[in-house]
């Protein structure tokens, strides 16, 4: 693609809460052209970046802890409060008919009269996380403060933009002596970003900190964009030890975004399977984790959204029980500019949102980072180099929405996949 800008997908109907239903895998996202040929790395090369004085950090405006993500969270929380959607992340039930609901589903299937549904609707990792559980009400609520307490201090671990968090530290030019958590994070990002050729690659912090999607006016100039490329490479990270001191080379700067919310559900699945709960529902943004079954004894349900819906409009519906689900997509996170569409997904080799026929895609593991980092790689790469790299890995499964409304799904969901009826002139397959 070089210095040009990549043909984007003009502006289609906007994203906005969702109507009842089950809950939904959505998230953000980009995508535009077909993929063109471009060849995926098995590994990276080392990859020098011109460093920046630490003091630019502090005159960047975005960086700043000013008024508007304080606006942001309250804003999101509202929604979240008024729809009890996780701010369109969601297909909720509003408050009353979901307690008719839970009445009527006691009624039917017997359940313990000890066994009950408690929920709780926080902010935290940039965004309304959502948790459901169902079984001991004193236990139940018990846990939910534990896994909010949990989810907070691993973001203030993990998280770039917070004062003093690990990662901003490093960030600044510091020498942080690592936990054992922050240590197996990085070292799994930098595998990951092996295993993808560099779709996914955690030293993407300065082309995120330039775009600055959801707060910035415009999109950067390609002169902006090319002089913080090629990124560095994110092998050093496989230095890192717990308990040892570590520091990032000059000019590198980390974002685990694209893992540390499906790590964080990782550790909260824990948690909650420790316990004696029925089951659990925890949602981060487009990270959705489920724990045990429904107060019913069935899979918990996941729909699928439709990236060109209107509210409550599904492509799709896993049924699933202990596993996690992540969803990138170009229909939610985004910058509209002068009629063109720019989502906060970026291709690391390019510093441009990538060119790609997906429109999002879905991935199903065990391990919820790797479903995270997994979705937004994918997305990256296009329809057929992910399709080839899951083959080739055989331990996750993924559904995709391509931009010519094929909704393509691998063969390891079959038994619990459904597709909605006449959804949208959508044609659906599952493939092998």
Same mark, same amino acid.
Not at 48 to 57: E, F, S, Y
Not at 313 to 319: G, N, S, V, Y
């Given at each position: 693609?070089g210095?040009?800008?990549?043909?984007?997908?003009?502006?289609?109907?906007?994203? !906005?809460?969702?109507?009842?239903?089950?809950v939904?895998?959505?998230c953000?996202?980009?995508?535009?052209?077909?993929w063109?040929?471009?060849?995926w790395?098995k590994?990276?090369?080392?990859?020098?970046?011109?460093?920046? *004085?630490?003091a630019?950090?502090?005159?960047?405006?975005?960086?700043?802890?000013?008024?508007?993500?304080?606006?942001?969270?309250?804003?999101?929380?509202?929604?979240a409060?008024?729809?009890?959607?996780?701010?369109g992340?969601?297909?909720? #039930?509003r408050?009353?008919?979901?307690?008719?609901l839970?009445?009527?589903?006691?009624?039917?299937?017997?359940?313990?009269?000890?066994?009950?549904e408690?929920s709780?609707?926080?902010?935290?990792? &940039?965004?309304?996380?959502s #948790?459901?559980?169902?079984?001991?009400?004193?236990?139940?609520?018990?846990?939910?403060?534990q896994?909010?307490?949990?989810?907070?201090?691993l973001?203030a671990?993990?998280?770039?933009?917070?004062?003093?968090s690990?990662?901003?530290?490093?960030n600044?030019?510091? $020498?942080?002596?690592l936990?054992?958590?922050?240590?197996? #994070?990085?070292?799994?990002?930098?595998?990951?970003?092996?295993?993808?050729?560099?779709?996914? $690659?955690?030293?993407v912090? *300065?082309?995120?900190?330039?775009w600055?999607?959801?707060?910035?006016?415009?999109p950067?100039?390609r002169?902006?964009?090319?002089?913080?490329?090629?990124? *560095?490479?994110?092998?050093f990270l496989?230095?890192a030890?717990a308990?040892?001191p570590?520091?990032l080379?000059?000019?590198?700067?980390?974002?685990?975004?694209?893992?540390?919310?499906?790590e964080?559900a990782?550790?909260?699945?824990?948690?909650?399977?420790e316990?004696?709960?029925? !089951?659990?529902l925890l949602?981060?943004?487009?990270?959705?984790?489920?724990? !045990?079954t429904?107060? &019913?004894g069935?899979?918990?349900?996941?729909?699928?959204?439709d990236? &060109?819906?209107?509210?409550?409009?599904?492509?799709?519906? #896993?049924?699933?029980?202990?596993?996690?689900?992540?969803t990138? !997509?170009?229909y939610?996170?985004?910058?509209?500019f002068?009629?063109?569409?720019y989502?906060?997904?970026?291709?690391?080799?390019?510093?441009?949102?990538?060119?790609?026929?997906?429109?999002?895609?879905t991935?199903?593991?065990?391990?919820?980072?790797?479903? &995270?980092?997994?979705?937004?790689?994918?997305?990256?790469m296009?329809?057929? *180099?992910?399709?080839?790299?899951?083959?080739?890995?055989?331990d996750?499964?993924?559904?995709?929405?391509?931009?010519?409304?094929?909704?393509?799904? $691998?063969e390891?969901?079959?038994?619990?996949?459904?597709?909605?009826?006449?959804a949208?002139?959508?044609?659906?397959?599952?493939?092998a």
């Amino acid at each position: 693609m070089g210095g040009s800008t990549p043909a984007r997908r003009r502006n289609r109907t906007e994203p !906005g809460n969702k109507g009842p239903g089950a809950v939904c895998a959505a998230c953000t996202g980009s995508t535009h052209r077909r993929w063109q040929g471009r060849k995926w790395k098995k590994s990276l090369r080392g990859r020098g970046v011109q460093p920046r *004085p630490l003091a630019w950090r502090k005159e960047q405006p975005h960086l700043q802890k000013n008024g508007q993500n304080e606006e942001r969270k309250s804003r999101l929380l509202a929604c979240a409060k008024q729809n009890r959607a996780g701010c369109g992340r969601l297909l909720p #039930l509003r408050l009353a008919a979901a307690a008719v609901l839970a009445a009527a589903l006691l009624a039917l299937f017997g359940c313990s009269a000890k066994e009950t549904e408690v929920s709780e609707t926080f902010f935290v990792m &940039d965004t309304v996380a959502s #948790l459901r559980l169902i079984g001991d009400k004193e236990q139940a609520e018990s846990l939910l403060e534990q896994a909010a307490a949990l989810a907070q201090e691993l973001e203030a671990r993990w998280s770039r933009t917070l004062p003093d968090s690990s990662i901003d530290r490093l960030n600044a030019g510091e $020498t942080v002596v690592l936990d054992q958590e922050t240590a197996a #994070l990085l070292a799994q990002a930098a595998a990951l970003s092996v295993e993808t050729g560099g779709a996914f $690659t955690p030293t993407v912090s *300065p082309l995120v900190e330039l775009w600055n999607i959801g707060e910035a006016d415009s999109p950067p100039s390609r002169e902006e964009i090319a002089a913080l490329l090629p990124l *560095p490479s994110p092998d050093f990270l496989a230095q890192a030890r717990a308990g040892q001191p570590f520091s990032l080379p000059e000019g590198c700067r980390l974002d685990l975004g694209g893992v540390a919310k499906g790590e964080a559900a990782n550790r909260i699945c824990v948690l909650l399977r420790e316990s004696s709960l029925r !089951g659990a529902l925890l949602v981060l943004g487009g990270q959705v984790s489920c724990v !045990g079954t429904r107060a &019913d004894g069935e899979p918990w349900r996941i729909a699928l959204r439709d990236p &060109d819906g209107q509210q409550g409009e599904t492509l799709a519906e #896993l049924r699933l029980t202990d596993l996690h689900i992540a969803t990138s !997509g170009d229909y939610e996170r985004y910058l509209d500019f002068e009629g063109v569409r720019y989502c906060h997904i970026l291709d690391p080799e390019t510093g441009w949102p990538p060119e790609t026929d997906l429109r999002s895609v879905t991935v199903v593991s065990s391990d919820g980072a790797r479903a &995270d980092g997994l979705s937004t790689a994918l997305f990256v790469m296009g329809l057929e *180099p992910s399709l080839a790299f899951w083959r080739e890995a055989g331990d996750f499964e993924a559904v995709f929405v391509t931009s010519d409304r094929r909704v393509i799904a $691998t063969e390891g969901l079959a038994d619990c996949l459904s597709f909605s009826n006449g959804a949208g002139g959508y044609r659906f397959e599952f493939t092998a």
